[in-house]
């Protein structure tokens, strides 16, 4: 029975249980285990070597201009990087991208269709201890010739990073793992979320649900309510990804793995007294 349904396992679902960073077991061995190719454990989302350097020039505006639509991206990018794109064909690649401007609307993906509308519940509501609000989201990486998708989980009052993953895609399934590994180390009082479909979905609603935790969701154009892992994005992506330019998915996992190592433990935070994350949330 267990080898009937490991063999109804998507590849993308095999994938995701490979360990890059294993102390023992290499990464050729464990593809081999699963049943799939190496190849497939180190793929990375082919793009267009012209829209990739455009969606990479449109990724460094939007995380400075997080408020710029469709239109003035195609003024930035002739401003900012002689990048000369028609707005539909910059509207396309934003979609792929997922990202909008923050008004009218601000989300990382459409909701799932008929889904609950959670209430957003941090409106004026003191953050006075660890794990009392957590926030999720994720952003678009760029890769020289493709791009892969993070997600992470950040404790609103210490700003530590709970958990994060990578993926080539912006299906759910990333998310639910970064969501169970948090877990795995403590369980917050309130989970907060934009409504893209990743957090929306069953599987993960499911878990909060089974965990006893308030789900707080944000209105559409608050641009705010995830305020703390919009800042975090912004270091990542200056301090680490911006810097190093990864080649490959496995680059990007190993090199946040030690910049995420450097957020938690050594990255002193004016707003926490430049006490670090790690200090603040084990008190």
């Given at each position: 029975?267990?080898?009937?349904?490991?063999?109804?396992?998507?590849?993308?679902?095999?994938?995701?249980?490979?360990?890059?960073?294993?102390?023992?077991?290499?990464?050729?061995?464990?593809?081999?285990?699963?049943?799939?190719?190496?190849?497939?454990?180190?793929?990375?989302?082919?793009?267009?070597?012209?829209?990739?350097?455009?969606?990479?020039?449109?990724?460094?505006?939007?995380?400075?201009?997080?408020?710029?639509?469709?239109?003035?991206?195609?003024?930035?990018?002739?401003?900012?990087?002689?990048?000369?794109?028609?707005?539909?064909?910059?509207?396309?690649?934003?979609?792929?991208?997922?990202?909008?401007?923050?008004?009218?609307?601000?989300?990382?993906?459409?909701?799932?269709?008929?889904?609950?509308?959670?209430?957003?519940?941090?409106?004026?509501?003191?953050?006075?201890?660890?794990?009392?609000?957590?926030?999720?989201?994720?952003?678009?990486?760029?890769?020289?010739?493709?791009?892969?998708?993070?997600?992470?989980?950040?404790?609103?009052?210490?700003?530590?990073?709970?958990?994060?993953?990578?993926?080539?895609?912006?299906?759910?399934?990333?998310?639910?793992?970064?969501l169970k590994?948090?877990?795995?180390?403590?369980?917050?009082?309130?989970?907060?979320?934009?409504?893209?479909?990743?957090?929306?979905?069953?599987?993960?609603?499911?878990?909060?649900?089974?965990?006893?935790?308030?789900?707080?969701?944000?209105?559409?154009?608050?641009?705010?309510?995830?305020?703390?892992?919009?800042?975090?994005?912004?270091?990542?992506?200056?301090?680490?990804?911006?810097?190093?330019?990864?080649?490959?998915?496995?680059?990007?996992?190993?090199?946040?793995?030690?910049?995420?190592?450097?957020?938690?433990?050594?990255?002193?935070?004016?707003?926490l007294k430049?006490?670090t994350p790690?200090?603040?949330?084990?008190?």
């Amino acid at each position: 029975m267990a080898k009937k349904n490991f063999t109804s396992v998507t590849t993308r679902e095999k994938v995701s249980l490979i360990d890059i960073v294993h102390p023992t077991i290499p990464v050729v061995r464990q593809a081999a285990l699963l049943g799939i190719s190496r190849s497939t454990v180190y793929y990375v989302p082919r793009t267009d070597p012209e829209d990739a350097t455009s969606m990479r020039a449109l990724d460094e505006l939007y995380t400075v201009y997080p408020f710029y639509g469709s239109r003035k991206m195609c003024l930035a990018l002739v401003d900012d990087y002689g990048i000369h794109l028609c707005r539909d064909h910059v509207q396309r690649l934003m979609r792929q991208m997922g990202i909008e401007a923050l008004f009218p609307k601000y989300r990382t993906t459409l909701p799932a269709p008929g889904h609950t509308i959670y209430p957003y519940l941090l409106r004026n509501l003191p953050i006075l201890r660890p794990n009392q609000v957590w926030s999720t989201d994720m952003t678009y990486v760029p890769l020289p010739n493709g791009f892969c998708y993070l997600t992470a989980i950040i404790d609103w009052y210490s700003r530590y990073v709970l958990a994060w993953e990578l993926s080539e895609t912006m299906d759910g399934a990333f998310c639910v793992r970064a969501l169970k590994s948090a877990l795995a180390r403590a369980i917050p009082d309130i989970h907060n979320s934009d409504q893209g479909s990743q957090y929306t979905a069953h599987e993960y609603v499911n878990t909060l649900e089974a965990h006893h935790i308030q789900i707080s969701m944000d209105g559409r154009g608050r641009c705010l309510d995830n305020i703390f892992i919009e800042r975090l994005w912004r270091s990542v992506k200056y301090e680490d990804i911006y810097l190093k330019q990864y080649r490959t998915i496995t680059e990007t996992y190993d090199g946040l793995s030690r910049y995420f190592s450097f957020y938690n433990t050594k990255r002193r935070h004016q707003g926490l007294k430049d006490r670090t994350p790690e200090e603040v949330y084990l008190g």
